[in-house]
């Protein structure tokens, strides 16, 4: 094996001076630089030196011992001394969006966003305390909520919804492990498995009555109105508005062994550890799967538009009901539905990711079901994403390609320059 690529200033190996220090940083390629900088510059600017001698993009400074390095904190603060030796983590973005607008996180923990200015789409307001972002959640109410690297959450967005981009329980909001969001309130998971909720009380703002019962909780999804909690043994906890799914009561008994949860506006669907699925919530927008219940064997995934569902199977083939001008009706493109990997929807279509990396579309197609546009384009897709009426497609070569009203996301032409090297959200 050939020794690893080496940088340094031809004269300074061997210069030591009481105000600055030299490292090693090296990416998980072997590839090293050695950088020098002094004790009070910003470890950000350290960063940038080992950046552009090791010829990457942004990233994260990771310590010997693989914490985190703060960007804006001095090398003296950092701790960082002579001859150490650091790792430069390059990762790629994370995608996430609300009803119209998109947050991408960037490989530095930074946070972009575009779209509807007034759905999240301006994060100026919050953007000093958008470091070392490790996940974003949205609410299609227009608010999102970031959990940082210390598990403290930052919100913003519409605050039209009962103020839900604003009123956080700060205070609570301590280790946060995961954060749902239904339109108008956000739960989110916090490392003793316990739950905190915030924003409309009718929409699940306010989990007080079911409060006890919401121990070790594994997952969290929401309708748009309603929650659902998977418990560590497999069993069900809901609560918000009954009508959306926020009473289970009718299935309770039929909610064993419980692996996932998957929700429209309106209704919830569970796939039990056999494959088979148990549906409640609004039989209009899916809450009643009985038209297609024996298909439903060999479950391994589902995706909901706003009014319907649709499952992959075990053998790539996909099964869809609820709303059929939601893509709940999928017969004019079912020929074309094999070996599908994945699907992602918009309020009212669904996007196919097919085992070539192609797409394929349904449903509405003023919200996205048709991509005849971009189809050229639409090649080596890893995962998609979607606004309530757009889709944003990763492709391999880090990518994005979009589609479907520009005012909701569709058009990404202003902000495409920063987004290259992107990547699939890992928690998807």
Known sequence: MSEPLRQVLPGFENLHCKMSITV????????????????DEEVGALQRRAQIALGVGRGRLMSSCGSILDASATVKHAKLENGDVLMLQTQRTQ?????????????????????????????????????????????????????????????????????????????????????QASGSAFA?????????????????????????????????????????????????????????????????????NVQQIQASDSAFAAILGDGSVVTWGDAAEGGDSSA?????????????????????????SVV?????????????????????QQIQASDSAFAAILGDGSVVTWGDAAEGGDSSAVQDQLKNVQQ????????????GDGSVVTWGPAEYGGDSSAVQDQL?????????
């Open 188 to 256: 989110a998971i916090l490392g003793d498995g316990s739950v905190v909720t915030w924003g409309g009380r009718a929409e699940g703002g306010d989990s007080s009555a079911v409060q006890d019962q919401l121990k070790n909780v594994q997952q969290i999804q929401t309708s748009g109105t309603a929650f659902a909690a998977i418990l560590g043994d497999g069993s069900v906890v809901t609560w918000g508005d009954a009508a959306a799914g926020g009473d289970s009561s009718a299935v309770q008994d039929q909610l064993k």
């Open 384 to 395: 998609i994403q979607t606004s309530g009426s757009a889709f944003a497609a990763i492709l």
């Open 420 to 428: 290259k090297n992107c990547a699939a959200d890992p928690s998807l």
């Open 95 to 179: 995608v996430q969006a609300s009803g119209q607008a998109f947050a991408a996180v960037l490989g530095d923990g930074s946070v972009v966003t575009w779209g509807n200015r007034a759905d999240g789409g301006d994060s100026s307001a919050v953007q000093d305390q958008l470091k070392n972002v490790q996940q974003i959640q949205a609410s299609f109410g227009g608010a999102f909520a970031a959990i940082l690297g210390d598990g403290s959450v930052v919100t913003w967005g519409g605050n039209r919804a009962y103020q839900i981009g604003y009123d956080a329980p700060q205070d609570q909001l301590k280790n946060v492990q995961q954060i």
């Open 320 to 340: 869809t009901w609820g709303d059929a001008a939601a893509g709940g009706d999928s017969s004019a493109v079912q020929d074309q539905l094999k070996n599908v």
């Open 292 to 316: 297609v219940q024996d298909q439903l064997k060999n479950v391994q995934q589902i995706q909901t538009s706003g009014s319907a569902f649709a499952a992959i199977l075990g053998d790539g």
């Open 24 to 39: 090693d940083v090296g990416l998980l390629s072997g590839k090293t630089a050695t950088v020098k900088a002094g004790l």
